[in-house]
């Protein structure tokens, strides 16, 4: 009897191994797909519903800016591996604490939708292999995404399905579930793809169930079905890339 408990917990321990090295290898592809090391050692910029936005990273430093106008004059955001600051007219403004982690969170999101699959390799990503699928006649491997609490910002609660192309190994569609704002699934569709400087951008097609009862699991299938709704679409616009040496 003991020998066969300890048979199935190596057993299992070798298949739950070679699940979690199979997903690794799905995003490393992935990543590699869509710019790979260029993500490491570029400035990009884009314009975003307005506002424009950078990203600057070399040698493990990142730097990521959100530019706009309001009533209270030219606003820069700035989020770096020092922190977040934000500006007013060339002059640091005082955030209190909880508004300027909401402005961080903000311009980390943007950034973080706009550069995926990059990041999908961040220490705070719990990666795991779900299944193989199908939409509209193309193959795909299926990964569940989840944060841990440290470095997983303020939504680590949040958790992410990947639908990596088995072909091209591109991000064709992801879909996520969240507890913000009483909570829903989302589902992406990626459109629009273009290379500017050898790396791949996206813009997607943002979906919603209609309604909130349902579990993260199901959205395929509704899609599938043509059974979701068209809530917005993400564009990145004016996008611009500089590699550095």
Avoid at 13 to 36: M, N, P, R, W, Y
Avoid at 96 to 113: D, I, M, Q, T, W
Wanted: net charge negative.
């Amino acid at each position: 009897m003991k020998i066969t408990f300890f048979l199935i917990l190596i057993i299992s321990s070798l298949l739950t191994s070679c699940t979690v090295d199979k997903s690794q290898e799905i995003i490393d592809d992935a990543i590699k797909a869509h710019g790979g090391a260029r993500f490491d050692k570029a400035f990009i910029e884009f314009d975003f519903r307005g506002r424009h936005y950078t990203s600057h990273r070399k040698n493990g430093l990142f730097t990521y800016t959100r530019e706009f106008d309001d009533s209270t004059g030219h606003i820069k955001d700035v989020l770096s591996n020092d922190g977040f600051r934000r500006e007013i007219n060339d002059g640091l403004a005082k955030i209190p604490g909880e508004r300027a982690n909401a402005f961080k969170n903000s311009v980390n999101s943007v950034l973080y939708f706009a550069l995926l699959p990059y990041g999908l390799n961040d220490p705070s990503v719990n990666k795991v292999y779900v299944k193989e699928s199908e939409l509209k006649g193309k193959k795909y491997d299926v990964i569940r995404v989840t944060f841990k609490k440290a470095g997983g910002g303020k939504d680590h609660d949040d958790v992410f399905l990947y639908w990596i192309n088995q072909d091209t190994h591109y991000l064709d569609y992801f879909a996520y579930s969240y507890l913000t704002d009483g909570g829903g699934v989302r589902f992406r569709e990626a459109i629009n793809a273009r290379v500017i400087d050898g790396i791949r951008f996206q813009d997607y097609i943002n979906y919603q169930p209609k309604t909130k009862d349902l579990m993260l699991d199901e959205v395929e299938e509704l899609f599938h079905d043509n059974k979701l709704e068209t809530l917005s679409t993400i564009n990145h616009e004016n996008i611009k890339v500089k590699l550095l040496e």
